[in-house]
């Protein structure tokens, strides 16, 4: 592998990283400060993805805001999600939660094939972001893919400001710390919880729109991206947004490497990663940071 | 509903009375159609049916003077689901003859109970190498071919052109894999060398990793295979990469069969063998797909072919025996000794149960696979591992 390739690979792998944290970021998240496994987090990044798709003749070119459209039905259908259901869950063991998560798992997958059917489809990317610059010989690097990590950065870093600068963050951290001291200062926690949801269910959703014209949208995807993110949650450290972030990057590379030179064995490279880190440090990377 | 019940009763009374040599046998022939109805495949287990339904309609609803009844399962292309739901058919429908499936792993299983049941199997897609080979029963037959064929007649005809470098890329799994060793026995054969194989897990379609290494490692040729929606993209994403223009690209029939109109421009030029091409210029091809087009108002495509197939296969083996399910024996080796007049050209099955077919070098003009050539005469799966 020459120098060229190596580079382009390690792009193809940052921007496959900078998804996937997009996604675990919300899982993370919400598990951190609702102590909640959400199973169902991966549905949201495939309602994400089927947004994109319905969504798409209504805004053409408009593909900012089409972003935009979808995240804000996504977050309020998060937020109503949560208070719907979620907002029962809390006090539940996490043997039903899982149960009742998966439930909504096979709810959702109902719902999507009554609504838009089993097909795949693919998503057209915007024209004003049509073709690649030239890289090596042969090889162009789509402008797409330039888009998606920018966005994705652009997305982390606005999360960390929130989280770490802001009243909002403050209370987000001091909820996840101690919930009932909070709610002994008078901030309303059932409505930051509903808040905190519903960013998570953007997120994710964000993360399939982003997605759709990648890597095409077809049932079941939830799934796949789901399994990937706990394995990112776990070796980032349970509620670590900084962990997700290193252990999103982590996989990227592990994952794009091993089909490049361990293509028969690509798909069990990140649970090796996995199972290594486990041993070496049971608790994953990083604690939880608020 | 009575009236009706009483009135059927009566019919069949009169009708023993006076056909009483035919009344013994002429119950319907359960047939056990197990195909997806849901799922990703759900498509081509539809025309798979309306193929298979065509052939018996067109003999006027019976099969060598008996009526066919229909058992339908959705197999759900899952293959931890499928013993139990071919048990559903074989156990308590008590199906004649099984027709099944899409997903090679769930024919697997379907061909394991068909085996320990005896129960008569016929194929109309999956293409596991295994179930021609060291799955092989006198039980079991197939009327699609097997995963090695389109990959070995893509690999002659890749070596025909003076390829010497090739590369491969796949999905991690059966179809995957079997394909591209049949491309790869072939292309070495013919002098050629297969520098890396790549593959992803199903179905998986980030391709841009696998992208950029044969950008790096710049073959001669890339043969692929992907299906369905992964096709689709694979195909884009190759176009959209530069890769089109400088690396000739190769496939299985599968990866522009069906998958054309949405791959676009990205897929026009592209060269694929299959045993089936829709412009296939042959009296067989023409009538069946004026027949298909005038039943179900749209166009038949492969997965039709082998669902007809599957039924003139049955019917072969009826025919022999005038419908007397009894005569177990002869009916199999009828059907083995059969000469199906498919639209993709006549036919006849190895010993391992597999079509001995033409494989049809084709290329992607406009919304068809135009006939081009053909790649290899009456090619016949090795069926390793058979002991028949």
């Known amino acids: 592998m020459d120098f060229a390739t190596f580079l382009v690979q390690c792009l193809n792998a940052v921007q496959y990283g900078l998804l996937l944290f997009l996604v675990a970021s919300g899982l993370t998240l919400i598990f951190g400060i609702m102590g909640v496994i959400n199973l169902a987090h991966g549905s949201f990044y495939m309602i994400g993805a089927y947004l994109a798709f319905v969504l798409a003749p209504y805004f053409g070119d408009w593909y900012l805001t089409k972003l935009l459209a979808g995240v804000v039905l996504a977050a309020v259908f998060g937020y109503l999600l949560e208070w719907a259901f979620f907002s029962f869950l809390y006090q539940r063991e996490h043997l039903q939660q899982v149960l009742m998560t998966y439930a909504l798992i096979l709810v959702f997958e109902e719902l999507r094939s009554m609504l838009v059917g089993n097909d795949v489809h693919g998503v057209q990317a915007p024209s004003w972001l049509a073709g690649g610059f030239k890289l090596g010989e042969l090889m162009s690097y789509p402008w797409y893919r330039v888009f998606a990590s920018v966005a994705c950065i652009v997305l982390a870093l606005a999360l960390y400001g929130v989280v770490n600068r802001t009243r909002l963050g403050m209370m987000i951290r001091a909820g996840a710390s101690n919930r009932d001291m909070v709610r002994g200062l008078g901030i309303d926690i059932q409505r930051l919880y509903r808040i905190v949801f519903a960013g998570g269910v953007a997120l994710a959703a964000l993360a399939g729109m982003i997605a759709a014209p990648l890597s095409s949208v077809y049932p079941g995807m939830g799934g796949s991206v789901l399994i990937i993110c706990f394995v990112v949650v776990v070796i980032g450290g349970i509620g670590s947004i900084t962990g997700a972030l290193v252990a999103s990057l982590l996989v990227g590379f592990v994952d794009t490497f091993g089909k490049v030179f361990f293509a028969e064995y690509s798909g069990i490279g990140v649970y090796l990663l996995m199972a290594v880190i486990l041993v070496w440090r049971p608790e994953g990377l990083m604690r939880r940071s608020f | 509903m009575k009236f009706p019940t009483h009135l059927a009763l009566v019919a069949a009374c009169v009708a023993s009375l006076a056909l009483p040599a035919a009344a013994q046998t002429a119950g319907p022939i359960k047939v056990g159609l197990m195909l997806p109805a849901t799922g990703t495949f759900a498509a081509l287990g539809d025309m798979i049916e309306k193929g298979f339904k065509l052939h018996v309609q067109e003999q006027g609803g019976k099969l ?112 995957g894999l079997e394909t591209v060793k049949g491309f790869t026995e072939a292309f070495e054969k013919g002098g050629g060398k297969v520098i890396k194989d790549l593959s992803l897990p199903f179905p998986g379609v980030e391709f841009q990793a696998l992208l950029t290494e044969i950008a790096a490692q710049k073959p001669d040729v890339v043969f692929a295979f992907f299906a369905g929606g992964g096709a689709v993209k694979f195909v884009k994403d190759y176009d959209a990469a530069g890769l089109k223009k400088a690396v000739p690209l190769f496939g299985s029939g599968f990866l522009t069969d069906g998958t054309l109109e949405a791959q676009g421009a990205s897929a026009q030029g592209l060269f694929t063998t299959l045993h089936y091409a829709d412009s296939l210029d042959i009296p067989k091809n023409n009538a069946f797909r004026k027949s298909f087009a005038l039943t179900y108002k749209q166009n038949a495509d492969v997965y039709a072919v082998q669902g007809y197939d599957a039924a003139q296969l049955l019917a072969a083996g009826l025919n022999a025996v005038k419908g007397d399910m009894g005569k177990r024996d002869a009916m199999l080796a009828a059907m083995r000794k059969a000469t199906v007049d498919s639209p993709r050209g006549k036919f006849t099955l190895s010993a391992g149960g597999n079509p001995v077919q033409d494989m049809y070098l084709r290329e992607a003009k406009g919304p068809n696979n135009e006939y081009r050539a053909v790649a290899v005469k009456a090619l016949a799966d090795p069926a390793r591992g058979c002991k028949l």
């Open chain 2, 64 to 175: 060598a003077g008996r009526e066919i009844q229909y058992f339908r399962v959705d197999d759900e292309s899952d293959p931890s689901k499928a013993t139990d739901n071919v048990n559903k058919l074989i156990k308590r429908d008590q199906v004649d003859v099984l027709v099944g499936t899409v997903h090679s792993g769930v024919a697997l299983a379907m061909a394991k109970a068909a085996k320990e049941s005896n129960t008569l199997l016929i194929v109309p897609n999956a293409g596991a190498d295994a179930i021609t080979g060291p799955m092989c029963g006198p039980n079991i037959v197939r009327s699609s071919f097997s995963n090695w064929q389109p990959g070995y007649s893509t690999g002659v005809v890749a070596a025909q052109k003076g390829y010497k470098r090739a590369m491969t890329i796949t999905w991690n799994y059966a179809a």
